[in-house]
C-alpha cells in the first residue's frame, strides 16, 4: 500500500525547478505532503483531497490526478530554505493512518 | 501553542534490553498515531489512537510492541525485548481532524 516516490534525489541550483512524483496501485482518496529537514520533525506542506486538485504553499504547489491515481509536487524557483526530504502520503476513505512514499532528499545549492 | 513533544529524542540499548518512547501531543487532539522509519526507507503506520482507546493497530509489527495512552493524553511505546531490526526513527503525530497530522521530532533508536 506505500506509493512510490520519484525521483529518490534532486540537486538543483537556487532558483531551478523541481517536480517529484507519487504514484500508487491502491484508489487515491487523499494526498498529504511534508518535508523533513535532517534531524526534524517532518512538517505538514498540503493535502489534496478531489481529483484533479491543486493547491499551493509560498511556491509549491501540488496537483492530484486521482484517475492516474498519481499527485506531483511542483517546487518552482527553488530556495536553500526548500532543501529536504518530501513525502507523499495517502489515505483510503475514511482512513486515518497514512502510507508515505520512501521520501526525495532535494538539495539546493547556491 | 506547543507542538508534539518526544522523549528521549535518541536511546541506545543492547538487544533484549526494553525501551520506552513517549509522546505528549497537541493539547486537544484526540488522535495520535506512532509511525517508524527504517534508514532510507519510509515512514511506516504502526497505530492510531483516538482518545484512549485503540483505533487501528495493524501496523504493529509483533507483540514485542506495547503502546498505551493514559486517560487519552500522552502516549507511550515500549519495545520489550528490543532487537536489532527495532532500530530506527519513531514519530509521534497527533491530529484533531482526520486532515492534518502534525509530527513530533522522532525518537532515534540504536538497538546494538
Known amino acids: 500500500q506505500q506509493p512510490v516516490q520519484s525521483p529518490q534525489a534532486v540537486i538543483l541550483r537556487e532558483g531551478e525547478d523541481a517536480v517529484i512524483n507519487c504514484s500508487s496501485s491502491?484508489?487515491?482518496?487523499?494526498v498529504h505532503w511534508y518535508r523533513q529537514k535532517h534531524g526534524e520533525a517532518p512538517v505538514f506542506l498540503m493535502i489534496?483531497?478531489?481529483?484533479?486538485e491543486q493547491k499551493g504553499h509560498e511556491k509549491i504547489s501540488a496537483s492530484f490526478n486521482e484517475k492516474k491515481q498519481q499527485s506531483s509536487l511542483y517546487l518552482t524557483a527553488s530556495q536553500l530554505s526548500y532543501s529536504g526530504t518530501y513525502f507523499c502520503?495517502?489515505?483510503?476513505?475514511?482512513?486515518?493512518?497514512?502510507?508515505f512514499g520512501t521520501g526525495t532528499r532535494l538539495t539546493v545549492i547556491p | 501553542e506547543a507542538g508534539v513533544t518526544q522523549f528521549p529524542s535518541h536511546s541506545v540499548i543492547e538487544k533484549g534490553q526494553t525501551v520506552t518512547l513517549r509522546c505528549d501531543p497537541i493539547?486537544?487532539?484526540?488522535?495520535l498515531y506512532w509511525y517508524r522509519r527504517v534508514m532510507g526507507k519510509e515512514i511506516k503506520f504502526l497505530l492510531h489512537?483516538?482518545?484512549?482507546?485503540?483505533?487501528?493497530e495493524s501496523g504493529m509489527p509483533n507483540n514485542r510492541f506495547l503502546a498505551e495512552r493514559t486517560g487519552g493524553t500522552y502516549s507511550t511505546l515500549k519495545v520489550q525485548p528490543a532487537e536489532l531490526e527495532d532500530s530506527g526513527v519513531y514519530f509521534c503525530?497527533?491530529?484533531?481532524?482526520?486532515?492534518?497530522?502534525?509530527f513530533g521530532p522522532g525518537t532515534r533508536l540504536t538497538v546494538l
Open positions: 493539547s486537544g487532539h484526540d488522535n
Open positions: 489534496l483531497l478531489k481529483g484533479g
Open positions: 491502491k484508489a487515491l482518496y487523499s
Open positions: 502520503g495517502t489515505g483510503g476513505t475514511g482512513a486515518n493512518n497514512l502510507f
Open positions: 489512537f483516538v482518545k484512549e482507546s485503540k483505533q487501528d
Open positions: 503525530a497527533s491530529s484533531q481532524f482526520v486532515n492534518e497530522q502534525f
